[in-house]
């Protein structure tokens, strides 16, 4: 299959986790081959980088499958204090380290909705939300899906910011990165 697009897929629930997939490897494959200065430089009116923007993406999956799906507490990351901070780099954060617990929220991802029975099953909403009369509860699948759109417009914003830095392409930077994570 071509990196271009996801891989064929079994039922639904699978699916969801290939597209989902799908998209976070778009965003992985702006990132590969920068180091961590190129990754950090902001070249577009946005002022975004990829490395804040694998940080920003990897908050969100973590937040919304660990509260949302998993039924969890995240202290420090939910509820949401610091927004700006989504998209502020400190001292110590590298695309290396935002790339790491990418594939550890991956990971979680995986395992957390492999446990759901129902993807049509209504979540009880965070205890920060209940309040709230303009939301109903979210589904498993509901959450699948706004996480690919999610994942999927900073994909976008990612593959805008690589040609800025360097003139390189989804295209190509997408079958790079494929060879590389498996070279068969």
């Known amino acids: 299959m071509t990196p271009l697009l996801p891989r064929r897929v079994t ?5 969801l986790l290939a597209f989902l ?4 490897n778009a965003l992985r494959a702006a990132a590969h081959g920068l180091d961590e200065q190129r990754a950090a430089q ?18 969100v999956e973590r937040r919304w499958v660990t509260v ?4 969890r507490e995240l202290p420090g990351l939910w509820p949401i204090t610091d927004f700006e901070g989504e998209f502020t780099l ?27 029975a129902d993807l049509d099953a209504e979540l009880p909403l965070p ?23 999610e994942t999927a417009r900073h994909a976008g914003h990612a593959d805008i910011i690589r040609e800025s830095l360097d003139g390189r392409r989804a295209d190509s930077l997408l079958s ?3 060879a590389a994570a498996d070279p068969r």
């Not at 039922?11 to 699916?15: A, N």
């Not at 001292?91 to 991956?106: F, I, K, M, P, R």
């Open 127 to 149: 205890p920060e939300m209940r309040d709230r009369t303009d939301l109903e509860p979210f589904t498993t699948r509901w959450v699948l899906l706004h996480l690919i759109e």
């Open 21 to 24: 997939e799908h998209q976070r």
């Open 42 to 59: 902001r070249p577009t009116a946005s002022g975004l980088s990829i490395t804040v923007l694998v940080k920003h993406v990897l908050r």
């Open 176 to 178: 790079e990165f494929a």
């Open 90 to 116: 400190e001292q110590d954060e590298s695309l290396a380290g935002n790339l790491a617990a990418y594939a550890e929220v991956t990971a979680e991802t995986e395992r957390t909705v492999a446990e759901v």
């Open 68 to 71: 949302q799906i998993g039924g």
């Open 11 to 15: 039922d639904d629930r699978d699916g």
